[in-house]
């Protein structure tokens, strides 16, 4: 039978693990939050830009207006697990698995191309039927790249999608790319990616160049 003064000592323990939890992951999320932020402004260079806190420590939503005629902004967001809190980290690492970055880049008018979908093997826990609408529809196939599988989804011609798949080939590692797509009806391509500090800067920079080269 456990004695109060055991049962104070571990409840002591508990709060000393978790305080010293807090801090530490408190102050690996800011530093992976102010490298992301950092880096995305540097590579877009964006004329003004916009910025909403998600939880304090979880991550960040930011709008940025480029200075280009053929891409009119970027969305991007950044979604950190919980390394500040000792008992939850480990239930949301199981069931988020990593730190999550969506980049969405918006045309200002009107731009042709087909829709595509490019995801990688195991992205999703749950049927692409749906994550992808009308997938039926689609041409579905498979394609690996540097050891990585993914599926691809698409309509009409193979143009854009050459161009996706060039892309991922050009990424020094590809398997953080998870779903990209090209999404003729509202007028935008969307990058959702495991988010890797060390690899933010290619996936923007790149990414970017991509969306110019469609639109």
């Known amino acids: 039978m456990i004695s109060s003064l055991d049962l104070f000592l571990v409840i002591c323990a508990l709060a000393a693990i978790a305080v010293l939890q807090f801090f530490k992951g408190r102050r690996h999320n800011l530093v992976l939050l102010k490298i992301a932020a950092e880096t995305l402004e540097k590579v877009f260079n964006p ?6 806190i998600v939880g304090i420590y979880v991550g960040f939503q930011a709008v940025y207006w480029l200075r280009d005629k053929h891409v009119d902004h970027a969305e991007a967001t950044v979604l ?6 000792a008992f939850y980290y480990p239930i949301s690492k199981a069931l988020n698995r990593f730190d999550k970055l969506f980049i969405t880049f918006w045309y200002p008018k009107k731009t042709v191309f087909d829709e595509v979908h490019v995801v990688r093997h195991g992205a999703y826990r749950r049927s692409l039927r749906k ?8 041409t579905v196939s498979e394609t690996v790249v540097k050891g990585v599988r993914f599926v691809i989804a698409s309509r009409g011609s193979s143009s854009q999608l050459k161009k996706v798949v060039k892309f991922l080939e050009e990424l020094s590692d590809p398997s953080k790319i998870l779903h990209i797509a090209l999404v003729p009806q509202n007028n935008s391509i969307y990058l959702y990616a495991v988010y890797d500090p060390k690899m933010i800067e290619e996936l923007a920079s790149k990414s970017l160049s991509l969306a110019k080269s469609i639109g």
Do not use: G
Not at 80 to 85: D, F, I, K, N, T
Not at 131 to 138: G, H, N, Q, S, Y
């Open 80 to 85: 950190l697990l919980p390394r500040y809190s």
């Open 131 to 138: 994550v992808i609408k009308d997938l039926e529809r689609m």
């Open 47 to 52: 004329i003004d830009k916009v910025y909403r």
